[in-house]
């Protein structure tokens, strides 16, 4: 089991940028797909981005825009998320987690970080 501990979040203008990330603890991370998911409240949890074990593939949902990117570096076991042109309705709290795929599928994913709260306003 993988433990995942997140940094990076806070409160931002609208149009700023935060890049989060998301330290492991474990020697199999390096082996494991990393997806970023987000929920506001009253929402239900939303896939964000993954990026595969080797950092070659990455995915994104629509809403993303262009506006994030995500990448890692195994050498120290941390994936970053890093997100640019935000906008109010990006406010979530954001988490990472773990899979042994590559899924859009929240129910997939085994690690979790504790979560982090980006909020954008103005």
């Known amino acids: 089991q993988l433990q995942l501990v997140q940094s990076g979040g806070g409160l931002v203008r609208p149009g700023h940028s935060l890049r989060l990330s998301c330290a492991a603890s474990?020697?199999?991370?390096?082996?494991?797909?990393v997806g970023w998911f987000r929920q506001s409240p009253g929402k239900e949890r939303e896939f964000v981005a993954y990026v595969s074990s080797t950092g070659l593939s990455t995915s994104y949902s629509n809403f993303v825009g262009g506006r994030f990117s995500v990448a890692r570096d195994n050498a120290k076991n941390t994936v970053f998320l890093q997100m640019n042109s935000l906008k109010p309705e990006d406010t979530a709290i954001y988490y990472c987690a773990t899979s042994n795929e590559a899924t859009v599928d929240s129910s997939d994913y085994i690690d979790w970080g504790q979560g982090t709260q980006v909020t954008v306003s103005s």
């Open positions: 474990g020697d199999s991370f390096a082996t494991k797909y």
